[in-house]
């Protein structure tokens, strides 16, 4: 999977906790189901005789599986980078995503997926931090990522450019809010 793929995932999983934490109370754990549509893009380089590394983004909308069906949680961007095995095809990915919610509060995350380049991947995405109403979120989930609409393109010196959709989804993502301080 490539790394746009990645960092959807992990984008995803972060727009997924901001959209509900109206729902959860204070110092309370609550747990949601969440995807994201991303479009990415970014760069593949050879960095070995058998390898190839991809650096880019995805960027996309969140949305948490309400009793309503699907509801808008905001934005998200991941920056990830995605090392591929050429010889069978096999990648692992990072990035670090920010999600933003329309009152601009903020929701932090890092994640890390395996998969199979231009597949997808599986793994799991982690709450780093937050602002405003985010501050101190903690938790967390599996992810996975799929990815297509992959268009390559040629440059200088044997990079590769890569643009491509796909879809992130969590399907028990965690978090937990801290108590607000007490004035």
């Known amino acids: ?3 746009i793929t990645r960092a959807a995932a992990a ?3 972060i727009c997924a906790g ?12 609550q747990t949601v189901k969440a995807f994201a549509a991303w479009q990415g893009r970014g760069q593949m380089y050879a960095t070995g005789p058998t390898r190839a590394t991809f650096v880019g983004s995805l960027s996309g909308m969140v949305f948490v599986e309400t009793d309503k069906g699907p509801q808008n949680a905001g934005l998200m961007i991941c920056p990830a980078i995605v090392d591929v095995d050429t010889t069978n095809g096999t990648q692992e990915g990072k990035g670090r995503c920010t999600m933003v919610t329309e009152d601009g509060a903020r929701a932090f995350g890092e994640i890390a997926c395996k998969g199979v380049h231009l597949v997808g991947c599986d ?3 982690t709450f780093t931090g937050g602002t405003d109403r985010f501050t101190g979120i903690s938790g967390g989930g599996p992810v996975t990522i799929r990815g297509g609409f992959h268009e390559f393109s040629l440059t200088a010196g044997n990079t590769i450019n890569e643009t491509a959709g796909g879809i992130m989804f969590w399907q028990k993502l965690t978090y937990k809010l801290p108590d607000p301080p007490k004035q």
């Open 123 to 125: 793994g799991n995405f």
């Open 1 to 3: 999977m490539n790394p």
């Open 18 to 29: 901001i959209a509900v934490p109206s729902l959860a109370g204070a110092d309370q754990e």
């Open 11 to 13: 984008l995803a999983a």
